[in-house]
C-alpha cells in the first residue's frame, strides 16, 4: 500500500514535470515537493495519535464502574485533525499550527471566568527527514511512534484530571 505521502510526492513531481515539459518551470523544486510532504506528514501523523488516543481512551472508559471518572474525545472545529481530551475540567488539547510541530497542552479552566485556564504540562513533538526524505517524528531528540505519545500524554492527563475532591 502507498503512504498518503508518497502519493503527495509523486503527486507534485507529476505536476512538476508537466510545467517543465512545457517550460513554465527550469527543473524540480525538491524544496516544494519536501514543505507538501511536510504537511501531509503532520496531518497523517495527528490522524494516527487521534486514532490511538480514540482506541485508549475507549478501553478505559470501558474499565470504569462510574461514568464521572471517564474522559470525553472531541474534535476542535474547523481544524479537522486537532482534538482535545476533557475531564473534571482539565483539557489536553493536541493540535498543529504549522507544518512538522504537533503541540500538546494540559490545561485547568479557571473557577474565575475571567482567568485564563492554567497550563499544567506541555509538549512539543517536531517532525525531521530522515534518510530518503522520509518524515520521522521527534520528542526530545528522540524518534517516538504515535502510540508512545498517547499513551505517555493519556497518563499525564489521568493524573492531573483525578477529581481531588473525591478522594477525601
Known amino acids: 500500500m502507498i503512504s498518503d505521502s508518497s502519493i503527495k510526492w509523486i503527486e507534485n513531481l507529476a505536476e512538476q514535470e508537466q510545467l517543465i515539459c512545457s517550460g513554465q518551470l527550469p527543473a524540480l ?16 501523523f495527528l490522524r494516527q495519535i487521534k486514532m490511538q488516543f480514540a482506541a485508549l481512551v475507549k478501553l478505559f472508559n470501558a474499565r470504569m464502574t462510574e461514568p464521572s471518572l471517564g474522559i470525553q474525545i472531541n474534535g ?5 485533525d486537532c482534538f482535545y481530551l476533557q475531564r473534571n475540567g ?25 482567568s485564563r485556564a492554567s497550563i499544567l504540562f506541555s509538549g512539543v513533538i517536531e517532525a525531521r527527514f530522515s534518510n530518503f526524505e ?13 502510540e508512545q505519545v498517547s499513551r505517555y500524554y493519556l497518563t499525564e492527563f489521568l493524573q492531573s484530571s483525578r477529581n481531588t475532591d473525591r478522594l477525601s
Open 90 to 114: 482539565v483539557k489536553l488539547n493536541v493540535t498543529s499550527n504549522r507544518p512538522g510541530f504537533v503541540q500538546i497542552q494540559c490545561e485547568k479552566n479557571s473557577s474565575d471566568t475571567l
Open 76 to 80: 476542535i472545529p474547523d481544524r479537522s
Open 134 to 146: 522520509e518524515v520521522s517524528w521527534f520528542f526530545l531528540e528522540n524518534p517516538i511512534s504515535a
Open 29 to 44: 523544486d525538491i524544496a516544494k515537493t519536501r514543505g507538501e510532504v511536510l504537511e501531509v506528514g503532520t496531518a497523517v
